[in-house]
């Protein structure tokens, strides 16, 4: 493979085919006129360059154009301006072009969906008409995401020799026989053994949770990208057999790029602060920082103990993230054990649902956004994305409860269930007795902390003393 240019040949190329093809660019004497060719003149002379006897047409793959009009979706201006020349891929207003121009244009985005309501009624509904004109001018080729086997199978997972194929089958025929229940969750109701045998060492249901997670990130972020992303990560310690886990997508999808839409992007952001600030601490209280963990060889018990949890939570965390995901929907312990197949073994085979779920109840103790379902057999396992740090307004409020706050809110709910004025540990209370007028004066104390001096009365007045019997309140604070 050859180097990539430098900067400085980066530099000289680009000037090359700038003075070549745009040498009206090199020449203009008034920069802010910007003398560039109309874009039907500028296919012509395209087309000139390559209109010679062996060329029949010209064909341009257009792999991002609409996800870049899709960046400047809030501005309508700019997308109604740029989009009328996607018409003139197939409407030249030249009669002279020398070959047919043959365009390709993917389209990731639905752009009337982007638009949404920031922009007014009539804007959106004009902007929709023009939309369907451009449309209008071309065919729909789709492609499912059931095609994405196929394309992996050649672009992304394609063996350098025979030898490596039959190895890589032999091994897909072994990890074949694993259990039924654990086939069926990987295979999803989308996915047959072909289709998984396409895509080994992925699973059907690690593409089908990266299909859906993709579809709401950046344009960076595609599938076949994060697939490879994977291999690349992994290439020096993922053995042929081993099947990658649901969890190990965590890392590349949600580090990096920012979420494609605002609400994503919150969910993203809830899900990565709760895996720094409580899972990840959780698990380095077992197991040690996770810094020091990873200097530990690859298949060093403690590090594999570590990373096999670490799977687990992160399953969680993408479950919460596309809930709709048929792999990640209403996860319970077998399934979280499955998508992950091959991290957490157990002495007896087929028991590595209850050790899953035993882990979970352990942490679900300390990390409150675990959910444990009410199920005996099998509960469910979910994760609680929340953009409220409940953690810390309930730490700020454990400065409040103490022992003097306590007392007077109990003698604040006396008082007012008796009808007494007054805030402090004293109240006077004035009443009618037998047609005279009278006064009462009424303490709120722990009479055990008292002298007996305080039981004497010298004035005039009645005094009734209320005695609360602990020292701790302990009653008084199930109360509140």
């Known amino acids: 493979m050859e180097e990539p240019p430098g900067s400085e040949e980066r530099s000289q190329l680009i000037s090359v085919l700038v003075g070549t093809f745009f040498g009206s660019y090199n020449t203009q004497v008034d920069r802010q006129s910007e003398a560039y060719l109309s874009l039907d003149k500028g296919f012509v002379g395209l087309e000139q360059t390559r209109g010679q006897p062996g060329y029949d047409a010209l064909i341009l793959f257009l792999d991002e154009l ?72 071309f065919h729909t080729i789709t492609l499912e995401d059931r095609n994405l086997p196929a394309i992996a199978e050649k672009r992304v997972l394609k063996c350098k020799s025979p030898a490596a194929r039959v190895e890589l089958d032999a091994a897909f025929a072994q990890t074949a026989k694993i259990r039924e229940s654990v086939m069926n969750t990987l295979l999803t109701s989308e996915g047959d053994r072909e289709m998984f045998r396409k895509l080994y060492p992925f699973s059907p249901a690690l593409v089908q949770t ?19 992303q994977l291999l690349v990560e992994q290439r020096d310690t993922l053995k ?58 690859y298949d060093d018990l403690k590090q594999t103990a570590f990373r096999n949890d670490d799977r687990l939570v992160k399953t969680l965390l993408l479950a919460a993230l596309v809930p709709g995901v048929e792999s990640l929907r209403a ?52 994760m609680q994305l929340s953009g409220v740090d409940t953690e810390t307004i309930i730490e700020q409020a454990r400065r409040e409860d103490n022992q003097g706050n306590r007392i007077r809110r109990v003698r604040q709910m006396l008082f007012e269930q008796l009808g007494l004025p007054g805030a402090g540990v004293r109240a006077v209370h004035n009443f009618l007795w037998r ?26 007045r009645w005094k009734l003393m209320i005695d609360y019997p602990s020292t701790r309140l302990v009653t008084a604070r199930a109360m509140i």
């Open 435 to 460: 047609q005279t007028k009278r006064s009462c004066i009424v303490l709120f104390r722990n009479i055990r902390e008292l002298p007996d001096t305080s039981l004497d009365n010298p004035d005039e």
């Open 210 to 228: 990266l299909i859906a997670v993709s579809s709401v990130l950046q344009r960076e972020r595609t599938a076949l990208k994060v697939m490879m």
């Open 331 to 382: 996860l319970n312990a077998e399934r979280l054990a499955a998508l992950n197949h091959g991290t957490i073994k157990t002495p007896i085979p087929g028991r590595e649902g209850q050790e899953v779920l035993r882990r979970c109840r352990s942490w679900a103790a300390s990390v409150g956004e675990i959910r444990i379902g009410e199920e005996a057999a099998n509960p469910t396992i979910s």
């Open 240 to 297: 042929v057999g081993d099947l990658l886990p649901v969890g190990d997508l965590f890392d590349v999808i949600a580090h990096g790029d920012e979420a494609f839409s605002q609400e994503m992007a919150i969910h993203f952001d809830n899900a990565k602060r709760l895996y720094h600030h409580k899972l990840l601490p959780l698990l380095e209280k077992q197991h040690g920082r996770r810094e020091d963990v990873e200097r530990l060889p």
């Open 66 to 137: 609409i996800l870049w009009l899709a960046s400047r979706a809030t501005d309508l201006k700019f997308v109604h301006q740029e989009g009328q020349k996607l018409a003139k891929l197939v409407e030249a207003q030249t009669p002279d072009r020398p070959v047919p121009i043959i365009s390709f244009v993917a389209r990731q985005r639905d752009l009337s969906e982007l638009i949404g309501d920031t922009a007014p009624g009539a804007q959106r509904l004009n902007f929709s008409d023009a939309l369907k004109h451009w449309e209008g001018r």
